[in-house]
């Protein structure tokens, strides 16, 4: 059984036997999670700072790890790993941000999930982006884990007319292009907007990291610029 029996007995439901005529412990006894093919779940935690100017913020930079193993080996990449089996996702993204960067007491707040089917070669794998925004003096990190090196960049969103966006992360120390060109297209069913960020092309940076940056920096300049 996968919760203790007190955690077990708030999904009894109100009746006492199924169809099969087993009891929720007997159902349970013979649950085997492994019967389908299921998702692997991870978390990824992009890491802002900030800029004030005459009382306002707006994104300044952005913590990334250089990839040490495949996928995307030698690539820059959004903090993160899979989640435990026991364990809340919020706690999971804290983990890994610490096990790669040593950083703590780092607060975030969930943004997005993202699901596409082929967004990693390993399996079947969905992640959930989370964000926090802290001040660069603030930030004392350094490459652990699976991480080769860790670095801070410049973000830089050009947004086109035709509805991409030119993502350039900037390094002085890091010679090599980091840049993703992002497609945004939107849908609007029934009053609300869902926007959907596509990665075109992508030059040292991995897997659809891309779009997840882009969308979450827009993401989090809009809820700055609300405050």
Not at 18 to 41: H, I, R, S, V, W
Not at 189 to 207: D, R
Request: proline share 4%; hydrophobic share 35%.
């Amino acid at each position: 059984m996968y919760l203790t029996k007190e955690q077990a007995e708030a999904f009894r439901g109100n009746k006492e036997r199924n169809a099969l005529g087993q009891t929720l412990e007997e159902f349970l006894e013979a649950y085997d999670p492994k019967m389908f093919d299921n998702p692997c779940n991870t978390v990824d935690t992009l890491v802002f700072t900030y800029k004030e100017e005459n009382g306002v913020r707006s994104i300044d930079k952005l913590l990334m790890i250089r990839r040490g193993n495949f996928p995307c080996i030698g690539c820059w990449a959004i903090p993160g790993g899979f989640v435990d089996y026991r364990e809340n996702l919020k706690d999971a993204a804290l983990r890994e941000l610490r096990e790669e960067t040593g950083l703590t007491d780092i607060q975030a707040v969930t943004l997005k999930t993202y699901g596409d089917y082929d967004r990693d070669p390993r399996t079947r794998i969905i992640t959930t982006a989370f964000a926090a925004l802290v001040k660069e003096e603030d930030l004392a990190f350094e490459a652990g884990d699976d991480a080769a090196d860790a670095a801070l960049f410049t973000v830089k969103m050009d947004h086109k007319e035709d509805g991409t966006i030119c993502l350039t992360l900037e390094n002085p120390a890091i010679p090599e292009p980091v840049s993703a060109l992002i497609r945004v297209t939107k849908e609007n069913p029934f009053g609300l907007e869902e926007k959907h960020y596509t990665v075109i092309s992508k030059e040292n940076m991995s897997a659809d990291h891309g779009a997840i940056i882009a969308e979450s920096y827009d993401l989090v300049t809009e809820a700055l610029n609300k405050n």
